[in-house]
DNA sequence: TAAGTATTAGAGTGATCACTACAAAATGAA
DNA sequence: TTCATTTTGTAGTGATCACTCTAATACTTA
């Protein structure tokens, strides 16, 4: 065929989702793009087209790769309860190189680009309905497990995790305070999971 | 004294706010500012200094006029359960111009700026606080009319209406559909307050 | 009316924006 | 080795960015 790529196409990912993570897209130069994928801009444009098709890429890879990851690793383990609530804290505290207020790309870009373009739209809700099936699922886990109470209705109790995530994320960019952000996971996680359980078990 | 100004400060701030509101701080140009305001450049950069300035300028009017003219209008009105629905609710249907998917200022701000501005951090944190404070008000108000048990947390009560609050307002930027938010927000507030009421109302 | 003062008008500042043109370089296939 | 193909390196595009300079203008006070 002919010459090939000089990079590898994960890595520039990871490494330019984290700008966009951090500085959002507005903020976020083609400039600083560079320099954190290390490419040239001839490199960058011919791979990935232009700064919305870039945008657009690496939304698809933090959701499939970091927060799918982390579905992966924190939802899905054996008490469902426990895999929720690992999700809820490790959303602020392993926050990358230790960075605190970066919250979540997907929320961030939500309140920054929603409005103002529909494919973003279309993908970022789609995003938030996978997180809240995987909820229901955890959900429904625990009722059969016996830890939740199995009259309460799975949907709702999951609706309102996901709007007190998304609620926790946007307070964790003014409270700048794992301790306190943690604490504050609990304390929601316990007033939507905690008096509904089939035991009585308080985590 | 000197030749005073040819414009009406308020209206200004007013108009001002509405393109930061609608389009964030990086998104908006000076340009933009000098068409929705109808002044020329030396007559902003006169008055109010400079994007960062003016911009810390119109939160302190949105908090003060918008936000708090609400707080006023539909918070402290006599039946404080009703007050909050209708502050919630309100958030969603009395955008301006009927535009959807505008959230408020302050949560889109906090989520552009916080970790970017100390000083519009401080600010940001500062308003949430006293949202808070006019929860835990309409709650104890409640109790004291009998409308919600009296052995409630306020405090906790009141974190949480704040978070789902936001989540909700962040929501709204995907879902962009007025009856589907209303909705929301009613599920919501049935679910922190509803089942926790002294006479079993729901509204 | 004249002096003093602040605002407004309008053109223009260098810097940065996203993006591109084009040739050199690097590879696989023939 | 040659050819065909693609990427990379470099310089640079016009547009827009936040912001400013200066003179003309409009007002108050004396």
């Known amino acids: 065929m002919a010459r090939p790529l000089n990079f590898d196409r994960t890595r520039v990912l990871k490494n330019a989702a984290m700008i966009f993570w951090h500085q959002g897209y507005q903020k976020t130069s083609m400039k600083d793009l560079e320099s954190a994928t290390g490419l040239l801009p001839s490199s960058l444009y011919n791979s990935f087209g232009n700064k919305e098709t870039l945008f657009l890429e690496i939304l698809d890879f933090y959701t499939d790769h970091i927060l799918g990851g982390r579905i992966e690793k924190y939802l899905r383990q054996e008490d469902p309860l426990k895999g929720l ?119």
């Open 85 to 203: 609530q690992q999700f809820f804290i490790t959303c602020f505290t392993d926050l990358p190189r230790g960075r605190k207020g970066m919250a979540c790309l997907i929320v961030n870009s939500i309140s920054e680009m929603a409005i103002h373009n529909e494919a973003i739209r279309k993908k970022l809700l789609r995003v938030e309905n996978t997180l809240t099936s995987n909820f229901i699922t955890n959900l429904d886990k625990a009722k059969q497990a016996g830890t939740i109470a199995k009259n309460i209705d799975s949907e709702i109790i999951a609706n309102q995790l996901l709007i007190s995530l998304n609620g926790l994320l946007v307070a964790s960019k003014v409270i700048k305070d794992n301790v306190k952000m943690v604490a504050a996971c609990e304390q929601s996680l316990q007033f939507i999971l905690g008096n509904r359980s089939g035991n009585g078990n308080e985590h």
